[in-house]
């Protein structure tokens, strides 16, 4: 009874903590909406994919990352830990971790800490929100494309980066903006690929060990469907 009880008082004090981290997340993202060093509006921008797949995707920015990895279009790496964080490293000096705090169909929520590291700056660390809307339209041609736009909010952990940010903000906005949103525009750059070559992308998938077969035969039957919709 004593190992028993020992378990489960164990187990609450997991969930308690995790429960917290949630929290404390949501809190730390708030405190940057309300203290940006810099924001941006992004979008919105048309990718010719069903909403469903659109979502599908970014569920996966693992396997984004290893299919412009593979084809050499960026050295990109994520690792997931969990269904909503990430590790991301971009392969030219930025690393962090990505938490999805809100994940509805056409609205999520992310939370992001990093780190820039350059020969000409002192390492920078930064905090983000991404706000990200998206909608299901069709296209001229009448196939379903996910329409995204983003607001982003970035903060600098350091006060005195803060302030030279600020005061050149209008030379190193698009950079800052574009670390944290990079993850986003590859899945952007992979759902292109989907639609304009869906049998090279089932490959690159298929190459790819870290899915269930389940997903596995959902991208397999949406990147069939994409193939037969596409125009000639």
């Known amino acids: 009874m004593k190992l028993a009880a020992l378990v489960v008082s164990a187990f609450l004090a997991r969930g308690r903590?995790?429960?917290?981290?949630?929290?404390?997340?949501?809190?730390?993202?708030?405190?940057?909406?309300?203290?940006?060093?810099?924001?941006?509006?992004?979008?919105?921008?048309?990718?010719?994919?069903?909403?469903?797949l659109s979502n599908a995707?970014?569920?996966?920015?693992?396997?984004?990352?290893?299919?412009?990895?593979?084809?050499?279009?960026?050295?990109?790496?994520?690792?997931?830990?969990?269904?909503?964080?990430?590790?991301?490293?971009?392969?030219?000096?930025?690393?962090?971790?990505?938490?999805?705090?809100?994940?509805?169909?056409?609205?999520?929520l992310y939370y992001g800490e990093g780190e820039h590291r350059s020969r000409f700056w002192p390492v920078i660390r930064a905090e983000a929100v991404i706000s990200m809307e998206l909608d299901e339209r069709a296209l001229p041609d009448g196939r379903p494309a996910t329409r995204t736009?983003?607001?982003?909010?970035?903060?600098?952990?350091?006060r005195f980066v803060s302030g030279v940010v600020k005061v050149l903000r209008p030379f190193i906005r698009r950079t800052l903006i574009g670390k944290f949103t990079k993850a986003f525009f590859v899945a952007d750059r992979v759902g292109r690929l989907m639609a304009d070559d869906?049998?090279?992308?089932?490959?690159?998938?298929?190459?790819?060990?870290?899915?269930?077969?389940?997903?596995?035969?959902f991208f397999r039957r949406s990147l069939a469907r994409l193939g037969s919709s596409a125009p000639r």
């Open 17 to 52: 903590a995790c429960a917290q981290e949630a929290r404390d997340l949501a809190a730390e993202a708030r405190r940057v909406e309300a203290d940006c060093t810099v924001s941006e509006r992004i979008g919105p921008s048309d990718v010719p994919l069903p909403l469903d």
């Open 57 to 108: 995707l970014l569920d996966h920015p693992d396997l984004a990352a290893f299919i412009v990895r593979r084809r050499k279009i960026a050295p990109y790496r994520i690792e997931m830990r969990g269904p909503r964080r990430s590790l991301a490293d971009d392969g030219e000096g930025t690393s962090g971790v990505v938490d999805l705090l809100e994940r509805g169909e056409r609205r999520r």
């Open 149 to 158: 736009s983003f607001l982003v909010c970035v903060r600098m952990r350091s």
């Open 198 to 217: 869906p049998s090279g992308v089932e490959e690159d998938i298929a190459a790819f060990a870290d899915l269930s077969a389940d997903q596995r035969e």
